[in-house]
């Protein structure tokens, strides 16, 4: 019992320092000469969970549930792998179970609040979250995922409020950060929003959804700038048929309106951290993003040569081919952004080490949905944090990438 007892501890240790494939290869040797060991099995559904292997965790943490079937925590981390496989009543359903067996312990309602926010029902989440709050009103971790809901409901003042009371409570929760940054995103705020991204990249450098959650917002002023120049110019195509101007002032007004597109573009620019600003110019030298801005200069500039060199008699005629010139030189400039952020999110994907973001696609947090509380595992309930950092397997809920209403805004082909 002793040794067992040892082995299960190397484990853990091994887990909370996200040696996911050592910690499997030790438990398997582990529920080979004890198959009954309810915990041994709890924690090789942690190891699937870290590298990935959803299916893998179930079927481990349902082997916990047949061997002691009033612990909790299995339930929990099977709710946690079904979520990832899309399978939300499913998970939903185990987070209850949980939460039945438990009731007293908020991670079972944080457990639920994710399988409910996950299978899109905030109304469920919000109450869940709220009971979560009133056993936990001190835990960071709780109001990170009512902040999380809130923002799901679109109370964004809500929202706010909750993520920094998480930081109050823990200044180095880099998931917080992130979704102040979305919160930020949401109003409008895109320098604000990008403060928010790098101060999570910063406080967890190794979580690479935070560095993707900045090219995205600059990608996404990237398309708006190009958005805002090329419907100018198509407002300024027709101003010599509409009021018979010479060319001269044409020529003008598009100088004006392509000086002051690049001023309010240096504007946001200059509003953002170093940091950022040195990623813009990473961003404005990627191929894709400057042949996207060569489209939209190019096509503007090839329908005003048209109707600028095209004699007033003819002009009738030319201005709807000046105009489709603008529009697909548009479009095409939003499919080569959109190709960019496809190439990009690639390059991150086949960057990241399994288990780096093993919560993906809901991403890295998810303490309450796989950490052991006080009751028959309560050694499993890991050591302190350092540095901002939150494993796996210790922290309840994700950092977000920019997405849903979110990504809506951040899409090159708005």
Known sequence: MIELREELARASAMLDVRRFDEASALLARVVSAEPESSRAWCLMARAHLGAERYTEAISAANRAVSLDPADEWPHRLASNALVHLGNFPDALRAADEACRLAPGYWQTHVCVAQAALAGQRPGVAAAAASRARALAPNEPDVHFLSGKVSLARGQLAEAREHQEQALALDPAHSGAMNELGRIRLRRHDTAGAIRHFISAARATPEERIYSRNIDVVLLRTVSRTIYVFTLAALILIWIPAVTHLDRLPFVIALGMAAGLTAASFAWIVLRMPREARQLVRRTLRAPRVAAALALAA??????????????????????PVAVVITVAARLAAFAALRGAARKHLEVVRLAIRPGDLADRPQGEHRRAAQQAVNGPHAEDRGRPERGGQRPVDRVPDHADAVSGEDAERADPGE
């Open 298 to 319: 190019g096509g503007v500039a090839v329908a005003f040569g048209l109707v600028a060199f095209t004699p007033a008699a003819d002009l009738t005629g030319v201005l």
